[in-house]
């Protein structure tokens, strides 16, 4: 006796659930995450190298090459925006120079927009 909710054999699937993720690279393989955190690694070691040689006046800049170098490899790789669409990279990078931008700002005002007497909203009586 058959039922209504018993399937027909023609409608069973013999698929995997992980069948329709094949089609989409969502990153690197295993080995190449190891690799990743090896350069990561490596670059790390290049910054604490610079705290015990003097490297004179190129240390503050070496270290900000360093730090942009990492920053793009961990948002590329680990936060996937390589293997996304570039809207996602350009919303990210949009995003980041926005921010830098009033940090800069913010960073000029406390220099550059300040009273030449010396006087701010602190009760000083020589303003």
């Not at 069973?12 to 350069?39: Q, R, T």
């Not at 590329?76 to 921010?99: E, P, Q, S």
Request: with cysteine.
């Amino acid at each position: 006796m058959s039922t209504a909710t018993e399937a027909a054999p023609e409608e069973v699937h013999d698929e995997h659930p992980d069948d329709d993720h094949d089609d989409h690279d969502h990153g690197l393989s295993d080995f190449g995450y190891i690799k990743v955190a090896l350069l990561l690694g490596v670059l790390t070691a290049a910054e604490v190298m610079t705290y015990f040689f003097d490297t004179g006046p190129v240390e503050v800049p070496g270290l900000l090459i360093l730090m942009v170098v990492k920053f793009w490899i961990v948002a590329a790789y680990f936060m996937h925006l390589r293997f996304d669409n570039k809207l996602f990279t350009w919303v990210f990078v949009g995003g980041l120079i926005l921010a830098l931008a009033v940090y800069a700002a913010m960073g000029t005002s406390m220099v550059f927009w300040t009273d030449p007497a010396g006087c701010d909203l602190s009760p000083n009586p020589n303003c």
